[in-house]
């Protein structure tokens, strides 16, 4: 029978972290680095504190109201970003809508909360903890760790990975909202340029219409099979187009002149 410990106490001193551990999260916090790479680090942490054979993090996407698989010490490409878990479903869930630890020393798969996904091995060992990921009072995230033998969480064990959650958290959420943020911004400019280069290709339609008498849908049509033709992109097309409109007319105001 597996055996459940929710652990709801957060330590409220650092006595039990080791100096190297408190530089090195103070390291990390401090840092620039990538969500990828904080997540990496944060990996690299546990491993350090726990001794686990696996480690796995995930994130909240508070829109969908679901947890997502986002880092793992084991390679899992491509589970990453498609494990999705909702707010309270298997104990990784439960742990984010409770914001509570919950320690299973031996056959985590019995508890019944849990939810194993096949493509997971690590959701065939022994023993599971799982911590929440905090920032700002709320629930960001969620780390799991896994011994593939029976293993008896410590309530030291229980309280560093607690503490590290708990650092880590903060820095973890700032590198998500610059990663959202520079996203946003990306989609933006790409958006701007689409906007760009469709009035470009309307620009050019209308002096081809005007060049050939054509309509149009024939100008779109004749700009379209160019583009194929010569294996250009259209707005290159469009922009020759108007570069030439605009010599030519200066060309005839200079001979009216």
Known sequence: MAMNRNVSTMSKNVNFVGDPLLHRISGIVSSAMTLKEMLDELIGLVLGVTNCDACLVYLLEEAAGEIVLCASQLPHASEIGNIRLKIGEGVTGWVAQHRSPVALTSHAAADPRFKAFTSLPEDTYEAFLSVPLISGGGVIGVINIHHKRPHEHT????????????????????ASLLEQNAKLMAETLEMKRLLGAR???ERAKGI????HGMTEEEAYMDLRSQSRRLRRPMQELADAIILADELHRKSERKAQG
């Open 155 to 174: 309530s030291e064990e229980i309280r560093l990975l607690t503490y590290v959650a708990e650092q880590m958290g903060g820095a973890i959420s700032k």
């Open 199 to 201: 009035k470009v290709i």
């Open 208 to 211: 081809l219409q005007r060049w």
